[in-house]
Nanobody
Framework: QVQLVESGGGLVQAGGSLRLSCAAS????????MGWFRQAPGKEREFVAA????????YYADSVKGRFTISRDNAKNTVYLQMNSLKPEDTAVYYCAAGFLRLSTKANEYDYWGQGTQVTVSS
């Protein structure tokens, strides 16, 4: 059974940093892409970043490019999202997702989802 467990969310002031982790278990993910999405109250879930597990290729939403970095640790089966220069508009529940696909920005193309972790950025 595939499980994705996010951690690392919290409350931070604007300009601060957080690192989210997504621990993956239940299968090997070499042929998978891992994505981070976020959803703010009253808004649709939106793509943040994705990484191809095997090659390490990455892709970012324009809104986070240059501020966020996605990475993975093969030994720990964990994906990270380093978030720097945080802004109040980054406030959302952040979700980790896994999909047997090429890099994708579309939530409906991912097969597995974590429970989410809250990130709140105060101004």
């Amino acid at each position: 059974q595939v499980q994705l467990v996010e951690s690392g969310g919290g409350l931070v002031q604007a300009g601060g940093s957080l690192r989210l982790s997504c621990a993956a278990s239940g299968r090997t993910f070499n042929d998978y892409s891992m994505g981070w999405f976020r959803q703010a109250p009253g808004k649709e879930r939106e793509f943040v970043a994705a990484i191809r597990w095997s090659s390490g290729s990455t892709y970012y939403a324009d809104s986070v490019k240059g501020r966020f970095t996605i990475s993975r640790d093969n030994a720990k089966n964990t994906v990270y999202l380093q978030m720097n220069s945080l802004k109040p508009e980054d406030t959302a529940v952040y979700y980790c997702a896994a999909g047997f696909l090429r890099l994708s920005t579309k939530a409906n193309e991912y097969d597995y989802w974590g429970q989410g972790t809250q990130v709140t950025v105060s101004s």
